[in-house]
């Protein structure tokens, strides 16, 4: 029976029996009235779309590892100001690069220049990255000298608190590093920035004169062939700053023009000419012991050696160019420094 015609019978039974029927719609609207309100369902939250991180690149902090060697320590901050990317020296080391499969050494440096960026012209801190593929470090000494510097030092690494350490990729981070089979090392530093008020100013401005040191016994070394010296004279005036050159400069019209140029008084001439003469002579003689010391190193090193300095390569890295860096195209040199000179290639 449909729903409708029973309600209209019931109607009808009210009128005829209204005693009978009376119980009859009661219990109709008490089984009505107890059945449970119709809840509205839930809605449902949303689930918040997943965040996806790009993974991080295996050597993706390698260049930030390497102490930039010969870097003011208050401008470390301007050469990692920039997001500079060296992916490219991260690919070396992949399957088909300059460097894969051989034991590298790295060290940093910086190169101030004026480059263009974002129609302007900055005075930048660009990074760089030497890579010197030998089977053994290239050296474990730093050279120390500068124009100021009158005499250069060539002193043990650990000295400056910097060593070749192993470089952990980030894959083998949770390896024990003392099975590991190390491949690359980098120069560390371990002098704390926030230990230099601590130090003497000579202390520290050492540090901005270091460069890394290399000796090459099958190269003749620039020092070997030089024929000048570097004076710095306490006159009377003001200190005098200049190179003498004993093969050809004349030492008295070398003097006599320092007078007329006031930059000499005459009561000085002999106390200068005394001077450089005791220069010239330091100069010789370490000459002579750098030509005996290389003659040494070659009758003294094994054939093993002789083939590792016959291979040994260096690279040189710089940034490569992304949108949100300068453009260093135009300033990237091949020079590395007066120990090691050029690099075999530039990346």
Not at 209 to 218: D, I, S, T
Not at 316 to 324: A, G, N, R, S
Request: proline share 7%.
């Amino acid at each position: 029976m449909r729903k409708g015609a029973k309600r209209k019978r019931i109607q009808k039974d009210n009128n005829e029996d209204e005693d009978a029927a009376v119980p009859a719609q009661d219990n109709h609207k008490t089984t009505e009235s107890t059945k449970p309100p119709t809840r509205a369902k839930p809605v449902k939250a949303s689930k918040p779309e997943p965040e996806y991180f790009e993974d991080k690149r295996n050597l993706e902090d390698l260049w930030k590892e390497i102490f930039p060697v010969g870097t003011e320590w208050d401008q470390l901050d301007k050469v990692y100001g920039f997001n500079w990317n060296f992916s490219n020296l991260e690919n070396a080391f992949e399957e088909g690069g300059v460097l894969h499969g051989r034991k590298v050494y790295l060290f940093g440096c910086t190169e101030p220049q004026l480059v263009p960026f974002k129609d302007d012209s900055l005075l930048i801190y660009i990074p760089a990255v030497v890579a010197v593929a030998s089977p053994f470090p290239p050296s474990d000494k730093i050279g120390i000298k500068s124009v100021q510097r009158e005499v250069e030092e060539i002193i043990p690494m650990k000295q400056m608190k910097m060593d070749w350490v192993p470089y952990i990729p980030l894959e083998n981070r949770e390896s024990q590093v003392d099975r590991l089979r190390h491949q690359i090392f980098i120069l560390s530093c371990t002098q704390r920035r926030a230990a230099l008020k601590h130090l003497k100013i000579d202390r520290i401005k050492k540090y901005e004169y270091c460069l890394p040191y290399f000796y090459n016994p099958f190269k003749e070394d620039e020092l070997e062939q030089s024929t000048e010296v570097q004076i710095i004279f306490p006159s009377e005036l003001k200190p005098i700053f200049c190179e003498f050159d004993w093969e050809l400069d004349e030492l008295e019209e070398f003097t006599d023009k320092l007078i007329q140029e006031d930059e000499l008084s005459e009561d000085q001439k002999d106390a200068f000419k005394e001077f450089v003469k005791e220069k010239v002579r330091e100069a010789k003689k370490a000459n002579r012991e750098a030509r005996e010391a290389r003659r040494k190193a070659l009758e003294e090193m094994s054939e093993e050696s002789r083939r590792a300095f016959e291979k040994l390569r260096f690279y040189k890295f710089y940034p490569v160019q992304t949108p949100d860096t300068p453009d260093i195209s135009n300033v990237k040199a091949s020079f590395i420094n007066r120990y090691y000179g050029k690099a075999h290639e530039v990346l």
